[in-house]
């Protein structure tokens, strides 16, 4: 056993197992495909990737802390598990932490990564604190999404790093139940399945996951949908019929097809 860990008594053998758990390299999507996402709201995505027939993005229960903040970025991905007995409760020091993930995860950021972190909503876990979050903000990443609580809020407040969690705690990230075990690694944030390299969509409506691999089909879904929208939105400020406009009837959809053709 290493890394920081010991059993609590010699009772109670260790298991073999070697902390933190590495998933390895990321492969994050074209830098183009983000920057034409940037465009699209978590609200939008949310209603187009349910339309395509998936249904569990919307990361509830973390909301901005930073508000007016929109992110929009591969995740990078940090796990933090049960402590037992046996495995994690031997650690009593707040610096044993620099061997876990919660430091290893920090040094794969890249700049415009997005940080998502599972800690099941645990109060008693501060899972990132003030100097965590100045290493990730130096190393440009672009904002975190904590499906828990964070420390040292007053100084990291200061700091304007774009955040999403749950609220905020005076603890340390191993002082209670948890313990950093993993990065990059699949993750259940608010038990939404996020993968390392999945894009996150953030603002102030909250925090949505994307499928890498859907990304591009959400792209030109959301910008047929927001093509009618602004039609929609022309017309009923003229004083159209919701009926007819919002969502488009046959009669509308006709009207905003040669509208579209009039404009080529």
Known sequence: ???????????????????????????????ALIEALRAVSSATASANL?????????????????????????????????????????????????????????????PGDVLAVQAFGDPYTGCLGEMLITYFKGRGGAGIVVDGYIRDWPNVEKIGTPLWCCGFTPNYASQSGLYPW???VPIACSRVLVLPGDIVIADDDGAVLVPQQLAPLLL?????????????????????????????????????????????
């Open 50 to 110: 349910h339309k395509l027939g998936v249904r569990h993005t919307f990361i509830e229960g973390p909301s901005s802390r930073v508000p007016g903040s929109k992110i929009v970025g591969p995740a990078l991905t940090l796990q933090f598990m049960p402590q037992r007995e046996d495995v994690a409760s031997g650690i009593d020091q707040e610096y044993a932490e620099r061997s876990s993930a919660l430091w290893h995860v920090f040094d794969s950021v890249q």
């Open 220 to 264: 030109e879904k959301t910008l047929e949908h927001e093509d009618w929208e602004a039609f929609s939105r022309m017309r009923m400020a003229q004083g159209g019929s919701i009926w007819t406009y919002y969502p488009l009837s046959e009669e509308g959809r006709a009207e905003y097809e040669a509208w579209k053709k009039a404009r080529v």
């Open 1 to 31: 056993m290493n890394n920081g860990f010991k059993a609590p008594s010699s009772i109670l053998p260790a298991p073999d197992l070697s902390l933190p758990i590495s998933g390895g390299p990321i492969k994050r999507p074209d830098p």
């Open 182 to 184: 993993a990065y990059n």
